[in-house]
């Protein structure tokens, strides 16, 4: 596997835009996530049915789909010209806003009938029960999940390949076209996917850990 250090450097800007996009997608996709679940949860009937349309749109529809959408035909029936960086954010940002709503809706009502009763009878507001006692308690709730759909965000960026996106898979696939050696290639990629996830999912357990509910979870002897 000597060969790949003459494309390292390749490889680093690779993967360095594979953690750009993985990052930006996870960031504002959960800010996107906390407002369509707060939105599905406590809104009103248009404003649920607006976002589960949203919703089962990135959840039911290919990722690799979603992509051609919106860096080929959104462009063409507007007769205008798009980044493809651009087109990859808002791609990913979408999509895992639409995945960690699931996510964050489940761990609010999780929380949410005998904490909000509880806050209510303190004095405080509707809105400042959500923001101070229902999200705090949810989102240490949502760790592991949130877990996952990093995972999976991350290994979901290698079809950025198909707006021509120069992350880590594709410069895998231009490596193994011009040397002839496939196998060592790909296999070095799935190295560098397994080392980056395998190190942020042991930091984010040890997060859960120190900040997980006492009792959530466990079952009553």
């Given at each position: 596997?000597?060969?790949?250090?003459?494309?390292?450097?390749?490889?680093?800007?690779?993967?360095?835009?594979?953690?750009?996009?993985?990052?930006?997608?996870?960031?504002?996709?959960?800010?996107?996530?906390?407002?369509?679940?707060?939105?599905?949860?406590?809104?009103?009937k248009?404003?649920?049915?607006?976002?589960?349309?949203?919703?089962?749109?990135?959840?039911?529809?290919?990722?690799?789909?979603?992509?051609?959408?919106?860096?080929?035909?959104?462009?063409?029936?507007?007769?205008?010209?798009?980044?493809?960086?651009?087109?990859?954010c808002?791609?990913?940002?979408?999509?895992?806003?639409?995945?960690?709503?699931?996510?964050?809706?489940?761990?609010?009502?999780?929380?949410?009938?005998?904490?909000?009763?509880?806050?209510?009878?303190?004095?405080?507001?509707?809105?400042?029960?959500?923001?101070y006692?229902?999200?705090?308690?949810?989102?240490?709730?949502?760790?592991?999940?949130?877990?996952?759909?990093?995972?999976?965000?991350?290994?979901?960026?290698?079809?950025?390949?198909?707006?021509?996106?120069?992350?880590?898979?594709?410069?895998?696939?231009?490596?193994?076209?011009?040397?002839?050696?496939?196998?060592?290639?790909?296999?070095f990629?799935g190295?560098?996917?397994?080392?980056?996830?395998?190190?942020?999912?042991?930091?984010?357990?040890?997060?859960?850990?120190?900040?997980?509910?006492?009792?959530?979870?466990?079952?009553?002897?």
């Amino acid at each position: 596997m000597y060969f790949l250090l003459r494309y390292m450097e390749l490889f680093l800007n690779g993967f360095i835009l594979t953690v750009i996009l993985t990052v930006i997608g996870l960031s504002v996709g959960f800010v996107i996530g906390i407002l369509t679940a707060i939105g599905d949860v406590y809104g009103g009937k248009i404003l649920r049915i607006l976002i589960n349309i949203y919703v089962e749109f990135f959840r039911g529809s290919p990722l690799v789909a979603q992509l051609f959408i919106f860096y080929y035909s959104i462009p063409t029936l507007f007769n205008t010209i798009v980044d493809p960086f651009t087109v990859g954010c808002i791609v990913f940002i979408l999509n895992s806003g639409a995945y960690q709503k699931g996510y964050i809706k489940g761990a609010i009502e999780a929380v949410y009938a005998d904490q909000m009763m509880a806050a209510r009878s303190l004095g405080l507001t509707k809105w400042q029960a959500i923001r101070y006692v229902i999200l705090p308690q949810a989102l240490r709730i949502l760790i592991p999940s949130w877990t996952n759909e990093f995972c999976s965000l991350t290994k979901s960026t290698s079809v950025a390949i198909a707006i021509t996106l120069r992350e880590v898979t594709t410069i895998a696939y231009i490596v193994a076209a011009q040397t002839f050696r496939p196998l060592e290639t790909y296999a070095f990629v799935g190295l560098i996917y397994f080392l980056w996830i395998f190190a942020v999912v042991k930091v984010l357990d040890i997060v859960y850990k120190k900040v997980r509910i006492p009792g959530f979870g466990e079952g009553v002897a």
